[in-house]
């Protein structure tokens, strides 16, 4: 079963920086894109940003000059570098995996493209 784990998350000052990370483990066969979304109390889940296996990168405009999207698929890792933050940055930092994974059914291996998302990790931007 595929799983992401995220780290790097919490609380900064305005203008402070934070790198965020999220690794995927499970038997995951090809990645064709990972990256962060992120959700603030009583908003929907809007994405940060996304970085495909060609390295081609999405900003939302928000965060475009200040957030660095970066990946390591032989490591199954994203980076998020996020430089001169602000108070409307605080949310809860979600990564994403899309990708084509093997699993075991029955005792059978069944291979299927899907996403998974990470659990979240929180981060605040206050003085």
């Known amino acids: 079963q595929v799983q992401l784990v995220e780290s790097g998350g919490g609380l900064v000052q305005p203008g402070g920086s934070l790198r965020l990370s999220c690794a995927a483990s499970?038997?995951?066969?090809?990645?064709?894109?990972m990256g962060w979304y992120r959700q603030a109390p009583g908003k929907q889940r809007d994405l940060v940003a996304t970085?495909?296996?060609?390295?081609?990168?999405n900003y939302a405009n928000s965060v475009k000059g200040r957030f660095t999207i970066s990946g390591d698929n032989a490591k199954k890792t994203v980076y998020l570098q996020m430089n001169s933050l602000k108070p409307n940055d605080t949310a809860v930092y979600y990564c994403?995996?899309?990708?084509?994974?093997?699993?075991?059914?029955?005792?059978?291996?069944?291979?299927?493209?899907?996403?998974?998302w990470g659990q979240g990790t929180q981060v605040t931007v206050s003085s």
């Open positions: 994403y995996l899309d990708a084509v994974s093997s699993k075991q059914v029955g005792g059978a291996s069944e291979i299927s493209r899907g996403e998974t």
């Open positions: 499970g038997m995951i066969l090809n990645i064709y894109s």
């Open positions: 970085i495909s296996s060609t390295d081609s990168t």
